[in-house]
């Protein structure tokens, strides 16, 4: 059975910084692009930025392009989701997403972000 | 970027009803365009890509259409456990673009 399991829920204080992670279980990880889709509350789905967990090729959408960084680990199958300084306007659930067709299709449970003073 | 706009931003109907969304993109996106829905505090579930082929395992009651700018999902018979959003997303360029959502509720 295909599953992104994310890491937990973080809260966090501007300024600091914060790596999260999603692990690909039960299908061929590094044939399979994955992506990060920001929710910030009460709002819609956003796309930050995807991966190719075979060569680690990345990138990014315009807006978040320098504020985060996607990188993966092929020995324990795991995409990781960084910032070195957090925001309050970071605070946000943070979900991956499998690749197959070149869309999402399985997607990982989300990993709450809070960041606050 | 492409802007992607759904209507109607939430509609409300009953048990066995029929709804249709329209999600119009800004600018050709041939048939790369995926439906997904998202139940309140659950994660999205992928419905259709290529705007009409359905994700394995997704019932029939799921249809999508449409290429170029305009596409359209009808979900038939609804049940209660149809009361979710339900977003469009172009994936024609590297920067993927999602609607703004219709909200559902039965």
């Known amino acids: 059975e295909v599953q992104l399991v994310q890491s937990g829920a973080e809260v966090k204080k501007p300024g600091e910084s914060l790596k999260i992670s999603c692990k690909g279980n039960?299908?061929?990880?590094?044939?399979?692009?994955i992506s990060w889709v920001r929710q910030m509350p009460g709002k819609g789905l956003e796309w930050m930025g995807r991966?190719?967990?075979?060569?680690?090729?990345?990138n990014y959408s315009p807006s978040l392009q320098g504020h985060v960084i996607i990188s993966v680990d092929k020995s324990i199958s795991t995409v990781f989701l960084q910032w070195s300084s957090l925001k309050t306007s970071d605070s946000a659930i943070y979900y991956c997403?499998?690749?197959?067709?070149?869309?999402?299709?399985?997607w990982g449970q989300g990993t709450l972000v809070t960041v606050s003073t | 970027d492409i802007q992607m706009t759904q209507s109607p931003s939430s509609v409300s109907a009953s048990v066995g009803d029929r709804v249709t969304i329209t999600c119009r993109a800004s600018q050709d996106i041939r048939t790369y365009l995926a439906w997904f829905h998202q139940k309140t505090g659950q994660a999205p579930k992928s419905l259709i890509y290529?705007?009409?082929t359905l994700q394995s395992g997704v019932p029939s009651k799921f249809n999508g259409s449409g290429s170029g700018t305009d596409f359209t999902l009808t979900i038939s018979d609804l049940q209660p456990e149809d009361s979710t959003t339900f977003y469009c997303?172009?994936?024609?360029?590297?920067?993927?673009?999602f609607g703004q959502g219709t909200r559902v509720e039965i």
């Open positions: 039960g299908y061929s990880f590094t044939t399979k692009w």
């Open positions: 290529a705007a009409s």
């Open positions: 997303q172009q994936y024609s360029t590297y920067l993927w673009t």
């Open positions: 991966i190719n967990p075979s060569d680690s090729y990345t």
């Open positions: 997403s499998r690749h197959t067709e070149g869309v999402s299709d399985y």
